[in-house]
């Protein structure tokens, strides 16, 4: 790893996500907004709404079935429905041809993103699969075994929603053929490690024993009594395994008699668990976006400084189509920043501030655009940051409540001598309140902390990467700092575990005879 681990993750994240597009124009995507989400997808306008109601019917089943969860922060859900794995290729080049869907949770925005053709797993158990982990992480942000944080999401990830009928505590067909045809993994490792290091021909078996602990310790009001005590200790800092154990008084192997035994699945059923059904508000995009919305979520959900001048060329194309139009030039001058023409970049943010100076989204992207260009020439990485304030400043005047502009303007100070002062410290503590699920986020937040000499409140949240189940090389770098290390050797971790290639696995895969994946960040 040629750079910084955190700042290349931060960098190359910092890219614009959200209502890039006005309210008129014609086009085959649609926009439908509820009090929690906002989904994308192209057809008819009845299913979109459906599917709207849907989502914000399975959060409030989380919500009756969770303690006392958290308000929705500021910044809602977006939910990308597309109709291939061809379009979820585009959006992050290089996924399987199986994998289903892709959660993401980045410094530039969060989306989860699912193919509704068809595969082992249906769209809602790719979306609620993913929407588990997001739920979780803004509410109950802890220290979790990864077993756990993947178990609870299989677990919610079965739930059934036809009409105003919710079913809870099924079984997806996949999980259950694993458990009856291969071999089973030894629950020593389901108990101690993450899906991650277990190996990927295998990963699914993971997932399905995960389901299946958690399915049987959630069904007996003793057992879901020794599960909460047991996951308390491990976020408390005892090893999974022994915790366990003492929990539930049971050896493993007396735990896997068990859980091979348990074959009778008790349930729960609501109807009419929203008491009030959500208004949801659709519109429609503008044109440009049929050609240029999966070019901008693959500019979000970039996770490296990879230039790619083909995708490039293809932005310049399709944006060529659509002169002086917004949202083809946000994209566009995103593109020029991160893959072409650092200057063209700058030159399509001043056109459009000069058509508005208080689009926050320009702003945005004048801000974060100097910051990739000064990561991408580090001889002016200063100057540029410096240059990146003013506009992040009034961003953030215009809209508080946005943690990427938050965040952004974090990253700008980085360079400065006595970073992070109080006002930095304040902006990336207020940053992760409003962005709880975004990993570099919470490091640098931790890492401020331990500089201000808050070793305590630090390891609270690197705790949280640190056993994220996904975190790759940002959870080594949470490890390495909560064990004492310093900046320059949690960053070593950090590229050695990119380096070894652990990185984050996909996620919620396997049917029947293959592999179906959703993929998460």
Known sequence: MRTRTLVRLIVSAL???GALWPAAASAQWLRAETDRFIVYSRGREAQLREYAVKLTTFDAVLRSMSPAPRKPVARKLEVYLVDSAAELRRVRPGLSSSTLGLYTAGTGGTFAIADRGGGGLDTDDVLFHEYGHHFMLENFPAGYPGWFVEGWAEYFMATEIVGRTVKV??????????LFNAPWLPMEDVLSKSPWQIPR???????????LLTHYMRSDPVRAKQLNEAIFAIANGEQPLPAMQKATGMTVAELTKALRGYQKLPGYKFTDVLKTPPVVTVTRLPPSA????????RLVAQRDDTVDPKFLADVRRRAAKWPDDRYAELVWGEAEFAHGDIAAGEAIVQRRLDANTNDVEALLLAGTGQLT???RRPDTRLARARAARPYLI???KLNEDDYRVLFAYAVSRMAEPGFPNENDLNALLAARALAPTVDPITVMAGQALLKHGERERAEGLLAIVANNPHG???SAQARALMEGKSTSEAEAAAAAEAEADLAPPDDAGG????KGEAGKD
């Open 15 to 17: 890219t614009v996500v």
């Open 169 to 178: 505590g099924g079984y997806n067909v996949n999980r259950v053929y694993w």
């Open 201 to 211: 021909e295998r990963r699914h078996l993971f997932y399905s024993q995960a389901w």
């Open 290 to 297: 049929d050609d240029l919305l999966l070019d901008h979520l």
């Open 373 to 375: 260009a000064g990561h």
């Open 394 to 396: 009034k961003a953030h």
């Open 472 to 474: 790759g090389p940002l």
């Open 511 to 514: 049917k029947a005879g293959g």
